[in-house]
């Protein structure tokens, strides 16, 4: 990937439990984002965190970022069916303006009822 | 709220035939991305606009061509089509294309090439 890792590449879990996605990146960044994807289709914005912040937490989403391993994390608390699809993270980088967004590899999270 | 728009929404086209997909943007958005993702790929950069002038560019063949109007949408010429070029392709657009901003993505359009 233009990126870096995502780990794991698939997760299986049952409702109820968490889900802990990791992600890690090359260069340094402005900001990170977490995208989701139903199999296949549109992909959905989660959350945005800069590299100023440590953590974010928006509804059952917990995100970390530490810029100095280049990592991130997403947390899912008490998983649902309905949250199985494909994670990734997205970094943006540091030109000013026009930064694309650069896509990890992504996480396949399938949730068990 | 308003979405990004992208149509067609599905299309098929044969080998070595021509392909324009449109893409319209949250409006008094001004920069346009273009995204294309492979089969099981993770979404790869292709081209961006700022006001009408093309901002960066990734990995776009040189058999594509993308442009944005002064209404701000854009359109993403394919010519000379390959197996290859089947993937889903996605319009994201930002207020100002400023880093910082977030990116909103359009629900993507998915090419099949036969």
Not at chain 1, 15 to 39: D, V
Not at chain 2, 25 to 43: E, F, K, L, N, S
Not at chain 2, 79 to 94: H, I, P, Q, T, V
Request: with cysteine; aromatic share 10%; proline share 5%.
């Amino acid at each position: 990937s233009q990126q870096g890792e995502e780990d794991p590449q698939a997760l299986s879990i049952q409702e109820g439990e968490n889900a802990t996605m990791n992600c890690s990146y090359k260069t340094s960044i402005n900001n990170l984002q977490w995208y989701r994807q139903n199999s296949g289709r549109g992909l959905v914005h989660l959350i945005l965190i800069r590299s100023n912040e440590r953590e974010k937490h928006s509804g059952r989403l917990r995100v970390t970022l530490d810029t100095s391993k280049k990592s991130s994390s997403l947390l899912i608390t008490a998983s649902r069916a309905a949250d199985t699809a494909s994670y990734f993270c997205a970094t943006v980088g540091l030109k000013t303006s026009y930064d694309k967004v650069i896509f990890g590899p992504g996480t396949s999270l399938s949730v068990i009822p | 709220a308003a979405g990004v728009i992208q149509s067609p929404r599905h299309l098929i086209k044969e080998k070595r035939e021509t392909a324009t997909l449109k893409c319209y943007p949250i409006p008094r958005h001004d920069t346009v991305y273009w995204y294309q993702q492979g089969p099981g790929q993770d979404p790869q950069f292709l081209i961006s606009f700022y006001e009408k002038m093309q901002s960066d560019k990734g990995s776009i063949p040189d058999r594509f061509s993308a442009q944005q109007f002064s209404d701000y949408h854009s359109e993403l010429n394919m010519s000379s089509l390959e197996l290859g070029d089947s993937a889903l392709y996605f319009c994201a657009s930002s207020p100002t294309g400023l880093a910082g901003d977030t990116q909103y993505f359009g629900p993507g359009t998915r090419l099949t090439v036969l």
